[in-house]
């Protein structure tokens, strides 16, 4: 089993910067990627990026590419989501997401393991 553990998340105005952080615990060492997702009320949870968890190769939604950066620190256990020009549109609820089997994958249902998730809240 991993638990993971999401923090950072808050109200900013638009065009602010947020940066939110994933802990892992427990059995880390099966970890193959790590990822974000968000949901917005009355939306379904949507893709945002994902991290090999070995090789550190990334890929991202094309709705915050240019604007978001994903990244990890092994010895941490922890995945981090640096937000920039945030816009009202970003505003959701967050949630870190592991797999213990595949790379790459932008589809929530083949991710092993979720947090609680963290509400980020973008004003105008």
């Known amino acids: 089993q991993v638990q993971l553990v999401e923090s950072g998340g808050g109200l900013v105005q638009a065009g602010g910067s947020l940066r939110l952080s994933c802990t892992a615990s427990g059995r880390t060492f099966s970890t193959t990627a790590m990822a974000w997702f968000r949901q917005a009320p009355g939306k379904e949870r949507e893709f945002v990026s994902t991290i090999n968890w070995s090789g550190g190769s990334t890929y991202y939604a094309d709705s915050v590419k240019g604007r978001f950066t994903i990244s990890r620190d092994i010895a941490k256990n922890t995945v981090y989501l640096q937000m920039n020009k945030l816009k009202p549109e970003d505003t959701a609820v967050y949630y870190c997401?592991?797999?213990?089997?595949?790379?790459?994958?932008?589809?929530?249902?083949?991710?092993?393991?979720w947090g609680q998730g963290t509400q980020v809240t973008v004003s105008s």
């Open positions: 997401a592991a797999s213990e089997k595949y790379l790459n994958v932008v589809v929530a249902t083949l991710y092993d393991y």
